[in-house]
T-cell receptor, first 116, second 111 residues
Framework: GAVVSQHPSWVICKSGTSVKIECRSL??????MFWYRQFPKQSLMLMAT?????????EQGVEKDKFLINHASLTLSTLTVTSAHPEDSSFYIC????????????FGAGTRLSVL | SQQGEEDPQALSIQEGENATMNCSYK?????LQWYRQNSGRGLVHLIL?????REKHSGRLRVTLDTSKKSSSLLITASRAADTASYFC???????????FGIGTKLQVIP
């Protein structure tokens, strides 16, 4: 159990376009979802915390208008990278925390974004 | 900034040997977790140890926690080539508070 699906796994886009990444909890309800960014050979950097039905909480230095997060249901959160630029190229990972056991995060497989 | 720091940052061992990774953290925690990440993939939860526990086992994994030193170690016994991955510790104040990941240890197990 506790499967998180992240889609797409890899996306290449032109500079200036927007990209939407979906994160779904398949077999549990996720009250909270997290979005991370990971640079090569580095740790995960928390971008924002997303709670169902409310506005996301962004970490310091993360542009809210650049990285739009929507958590419309207990099983789906989306991250939209707006007007993407080459410096936005990175590995984005989502995770979800279940209502029943808040200590463990279940991770999606990640999305590799390449902006040309 | 990352709270946890793993040591070593990279480790290369022969298959069958044991691998030990250490993690230090800075503030009080409710629990500490270890995750594994295969290259280009998401993280997989391995084990959670609570602040009132000193040692925990799960299969070939053994985790220790020393709250007085604010450190933890992950031991993988009888390593296999499939254990090749990056390993991250993640410290948490507990409850709904966010988890802070360390910088990770990249483990290579040579067949």
């Amino acid at each position: 159990g506790a499967v998180v699906s992240q889609h797409p796994s890899w996306v290449i886009c032109k500079s200036g376009t927007s990209v939407k990444i979906e994160c779904r909890s398949l077999d549990f309800q996720a009250t909270t979802m997290f979005w991370y960014r990971q640079f090569p050979k580095q740790s995960l950097m928390l971008m924002a915390t997303s709670n169902e039905g409310s506005k996301a909480t962004y970490e310091q230095g993360v542009e809210k208008d650049k990285f739009l997060i929507n958590h419309a249901s207990l099983t789906l959160s989306t991250l939209t990278v707006t007007s993407a630029h080459p410096e936005d190229s990175s590995f984005y990972i989502c995770s979800a925390r279940s209502q029943g056991f808040v200590d463990i995060q279940y991770f999606g497989a990640g999305t590799r974004l390449s902006v040309l | 900034s990352q709270q946890g720091e793993e040591d070593p940052q990279a480790l290369s061992i022969q298959e069958g040997e044991n691998a030990t990774m250490n993690c230090s953290y800075k503030t009080s925690i409710n629990n500490l977790q270890w995750y594994r990440q295969n290259s280009g993939r998401g993280l997989v939860h391995l084990i959670l140890i609570r602040s009132n526990e000193r040692e925990k086992h799960s299969g070939r994994l053994r985790v220790t926690l020393d709250t007085s030193k604010k450190s933890s170690s992950l031991l993988i016994t009888a390593s296999r080539a499939a254990d090749t991955a990056s390993y991250f510790c993640a410290s948490s104040p507990g409850g709904y508070q966010k988890v802070t990941f360390g910088i990770g240890t990249k483990l290579q197990v040579i067949p």
